[in-house]
């Protein structure tokens, strides 16, 4: 799974691992999200490679990858580039709904976040043991206006951890 830090990530999260040699009539699925820009923060906050990592994922999973995926099973949630969708939270959010509605027992699903990550105090401190939930950073994140609410449209990793789950599922 990716790491989360302060400053920025880029990892994979797979939801399902499965060798090659037992893939045949599986699906590969893969959600591709890259946040560059950041219109609603500070300029300096915009990144330089989230979207060239998306495009170049989708150009291995599709050419390089050890078991092709096929290009109508890859969604790109991406700025700056040919893509499904923007990253927002809500664009982000429904495609890992509709991913967990299409994914089936057996599929390989792969999932890529580029883009800032950070922590923020936790929504339910009694069950975070060091006080702060991680993030991820859509790019419609917003400045925080109250400590205490959370950052605007973050993804917060209870958040992830439940579409993970409903992918498993």
């Not at 099973?73 to 893509?83: C, E, F, Q, S």
């Not at 917003?142 to 439940?162: F, T, V």
Request: charged share 20%.
């Amino acid at each position: 799974a990716a790491a989360l830090g302060a400053g920025g990530i880029a990892g994979v999260a797979p939801a399902f691992a499965q060798s090659a040699a037992g893939s045949v009539g599986k699906t590969h699925h893969a959600l591709l999200i890259a946040a560059t820009t950041y219109p609603n923060l500070p300029p300096k906050a915009s990144l330089v490679g989230p979207n060239n990592d998306a495009a170049l994922v989708r150009d291995f999973l599709t050419s390089n990858a050890p078991v092709r995926f096929q290009p109508a099973n890859i969604k790109v949630l991406a700025d700056g580039i040919p893509a499904d969708g923007a990253p927002t939270r809500e664009t982000i959010r429904a495609s890992l709904t509709e991913l967990a509605d299409k994914a089936k027992a057996g599929d390989f699903v792969y999932l890529h976040f580029s883009g800032h990550g950070t922590q923020q105090p936790a929504m339910d401190p009694s069950i975070e043991v060091d006080g702060l939930d991680e993030c991820f950073l859509p790019a419609d994140t917003g400045m925080w206006k109250d400590r205490s609410q959370g950052i605007p449209n973050a993804l917060i990793d209870k958040e992830i951890r439940d579409h993970l789950q409903a992918i498993r599922d």
